[in-house]
Every structure is written in C-alpha cells, then in structure tokens.
C-alpha cells in the first residue's frame, strides 16, 4: 500500500494536489472544471499560508536561538515540526469536496472530486466517511473509466481505514470493472508495496512479481507494463554486483557527454532535484 | 546535500573518482541558476532533455529521489540507495583501495 514517509506535509500534498489535478477524462461538463480548479485554487491558497505560518515559527526559533547565543544562554528549544497540515484547514476543505461531489453525485463528475475527498481525508480521522466515498467509488463508479486515477487514492486511504479494508476495495475494482487498464492498476497498486520493499529472495516477494506480471499482461497501457517492468529492474538488475547501464546524453550546458567516459574512476551517480 | 557533495569533489580532486549527477528539474534555466548559488563544481545529466524518447532515470529503474548509486572502476553497481553518507564511504573506500594497489 502507499504510505507516507516522513515528510513535510505541505511538499507532499501540494504534489497530490498536482498528480490529481492532470489525466482527466474528456468530456466533462464545464461546470464540474470550473468547480475543481475553484477547489484547488482556494486550497492551494490556505495551504500557503499554513506554510507560512510554520516558516514563521522557525524563523522566530530561529532569530531567539541567535539571540540567545549572542548572549551567552542556552538556546531555546526547536519548534516541533508539522508533519500534518492543520486539522481545521483539511475539515473545511474535506467539506468542500465533499459538496461537490453530491452535487454530481451519480456521474463521472463526481469522481474527480470523491478522489480529492479520499486523499485529503485519508490524512485526517474521518474514518466512516472516507470509507464511504471509497465504497461510493468501487459501487456507484465501478465501470466508469474515469476510475484509473481514484484508485490510487483508495491506496492512500488505507492509511486511515487499514489494509484489509483498501484491500477490499481494490479487489472489487479489480473484478468488476470493465476496463483492463483500471484493472491492472488494481492489481498492481496492491503489489507495488511488497514489490518495492520485500527482501527480493523472500516468499512474499515473489507472490508481488506475480500479481505484478499478471497485471502487466491484463494492461493495455503499455505505461503500466513499463511500470511494472521498472520496479522489477529496480530490484533485480540494476543492482548491486550487476554491471551497470551506460548513460549517453547531454550535460545541463547541452554538451553530450557519456558515464562511461569516466571508466576507470570510482564513480558516484546522484540522481538529484531542486525540488 | 550539496555542501557534503561539494566538500567531496574537492576532497577528491586528481584522485580516481567522479561524482556525477542526473538531474530532474523540469526547468534548466532554474536550475543553471541553482548550480551557481550552491557553486555545485560536479557535472549533471539533464534527466530528460528536449527530444529525448526515455528518461535516464527510467532505464535505471529510480523511483525516489534522491537515490546514490556508487560504482567500481568496471562500473559495477557497488552500492545503491538513499544514504549520501553510505554512499560517500564506500566511494571513498573504494578510491583508497585504488591508491593502495598503484
């Protein structure tokens, strides 16, 4: 299942804001876009400020340690660090998305919406209602084809409604819908967590490979197949003891250059982001 | 990670080791920018430059960043994961014994 690392709560959801917001369907009404960009805007908003706010409360811990150095005293101690954004600020929005969604309630309007729902919820305590959206989802929504991206917020969830429960759901999506993409997704999202982090000789991790492969041969997107196929990779070839791929392209001045011009040197690759 | 990074490659000037970076950021000019500030002194892949048909990360199955892959002198995978101070001792291990066997 998907989980939340340790991280900053901000930088973590203003990426689900961004994932969630991409990879619609086509036609939807116009009503339900303006809507969803309202949403997201308002909340974009409020989260900024929730940020600030904690920005400020270390540069005030901040200035006072400095101070209090110059001074020759103990520094005070560090502010705890917000790993959840503030409860009342998810309340209002959960809310929200909520209303949304029952105003399109039964149509692929709504789903876009249940989703947000989820994946804020998930990190608050609404367990019933969370819960709910997600069967609302895997019942009212089930042969939609606008569930390919829901489904990873059912993943999400199981952070606050458990495993088994997610589980559930998944499987239900698994065996019901009519579409062999969002059914693979299925599959996979319940394999990807042993898949990823199960000691690769291990029992367990060879149960993940098989429901992964099965799900990379059900896809029709070859997408998912390549997903499949690179978290396999990741564990089994491009590893410790194997030889490594050589890399051929363009420095960030655009001069072309190869990993392997450098053979013969202890190399330490860094896969890095600003971000 | 930079200020560690930059440490390291001077450290290992004229030594048998090459940090190199694959860099992600959608946004070059920024990023330029970036490489300036933190006086970041080690070369960078662009992840996915304009016209490329796969991404370097993909063919190396990266799915969390930042992620350290130390390699030998025959460029075999020596260490993979998340640790930058893991990765720096084997690295630095690894050009000693280099130095030792000359």
Known sequence: MLRFKETAFALALVAFVAGAGVAQGQDRSAEADKLYERLEADFRVDMEKAMEAEQAKVEAWQAAAKKAKAEGKPPPPMPAMRMAPPEDLMTKHLGFYEKAAAQFAGTDEAIRFLQMFIMLGSMTKEKERIGAACKTLTTTHLKSAQLADAIQAISMASMLIGDEESEKFLRAVETGSPHADIRASAILIRATDKLENAPVKSAEYAAAKKEALRAAEIAEAPAIKQEVQSIIDGREKVVGGKVAPDIVGVDLDGVAFKLSDYKGKIIMLDFWGNW | ?102
């Not at chain 2, 350290?68 to 990765?87: Q, S």
């Open chain 2, 1 to 102: 990670m930079y200020p560690h990074e930059r440490s390291l490659v001077n450290e290992m000037k004229g030594r048998p080791f090459a940090l190199i970076g694959v860099n992600s950021d959608d946004n070059l000019e920024e990023i330029k920018g970036i490489v300036k500030k933190e006086k970041i002194n080690w070369r960078s892949f662009q992840n996915e430059p304009k016209g490329a048909t796969s991404s370097i990360s993909k063919a190396w199955a990266v799915r969390g960043w930042p992620t350290l892959v130390v390699l030998d002198r025959e460029m075999k995978i020596v260490y993979r994961g998340h640790d930058g101070d893991e990765a720096i001792d084997k690295a630095k291990e690894l050009v000693k014994e280099i130095e030792a066997s000359k």
